[in-house]
């Protein structure tokens, strides 16, 4: 019998079909795929940014389960509640590594099925979820709070602020960052989501629709570049020998100079 090994954007298209239709999330919320978290050493595969932020790692049914342990340590520090979505084979195995408020669904490539709800996560030490945030919204975070001062690094004055503001801060940051990415997607759904409408969901995908674009530009520059170049030296060589026939019928390059005769005589 063959397997229906499902792909991640397949397996990301199932979910979010499956928690629309159950209305866990209403039509154009702000979405996000593989939003970096943990400084880039993690990625989480699919984020809800919503009222509340919610995680999704997804294991398909080829994934090993030897490194969701520490996944799931660097969701704590950014997300409310997460879910594992993963193929139903590694059910026995989750349930041995995960705590009872980390969420569960599993599918057998077709449907999926309700495990575990997801519970609310304990919010992280102020100083691990300041590690784990971007630099620039650091930044933005004591500059909007009036703490800009050259003597003090960005991080120490961050740390002065309450870990609510800084959270909620933040989240606003995200927010603003994915939303376009968001609303592309959700513009390219039609009935259903299909693996297709994922990659609208990850910055990469317009970072790599950016360079191609910008090969293709710089590519049918040059190949135009060589054509006026080509016909410019044609044009010049023409003039050139059309001057000289009108001066040395007998030779169209002209005279040879004497620097060349002197050699040729040497040479003799």
Known sequence: MQ?????????????????????????HTILASEMPINRLKTRADL??????????????????????????ESYKTVFDKIIVFAHEKHLQGIRKILSK????????G???KHIR?????RPPLKSLYLKNMKNQ????????????NKKSREFSLAEKLKLQDIIGSNRKY???????????FWKSVNKAITPEDIQYLSPRYYRRQKTENHRESEASFWVEWRKQFSL?????????????????????????????????????
Not at 117 to 121: D, E, S, T, Y
Request: with cysteine; glycine share 4%; proline share 4%.
């Open 3 to 27: 397997k229906n090994t499902k792909s991640e954007n397949e397996l990301k298209a199932l979910i979010l079909n499956h928690l629309v239709d159950k209305r866990h999330i209403p039509n």
């Open 47 to 72: 984020a809800i940014l919503s009222n509340d932020f919610i995680g999704i790692e997804i294991k398909s049914e080829g994934d090993k389960l030897s490194r969701l342990e520490k996944q799931i």
């Open 101 to 108: 408020n980390i969420g569960i669904l599993v599918t057998d």
């Open 110 to 112: 077709y449907s999926v």
């Open 117 to 121: 709800a997801p519970k609310q996560i």
């Open 137 to 148: 919204n650091i930044k933005r975070l004591i500059r909007n709070n009036g703490l800009a």
């Open 174 to 184: 995200l927010r603003e960052e994915y939303k376009e990415f968001s609303d592309c």
């Open 232 to 268: 410019n030296i044609d044009d010049l060589f023409y003039n050139h020998c059309n001057q000289q026939l009108k001066t040395n019928k007998t030779n169209p390059f002209g005279p040879i100079p004497q620097s060349v005769q002197k050699l040729i005589s040497v040479a003799d």
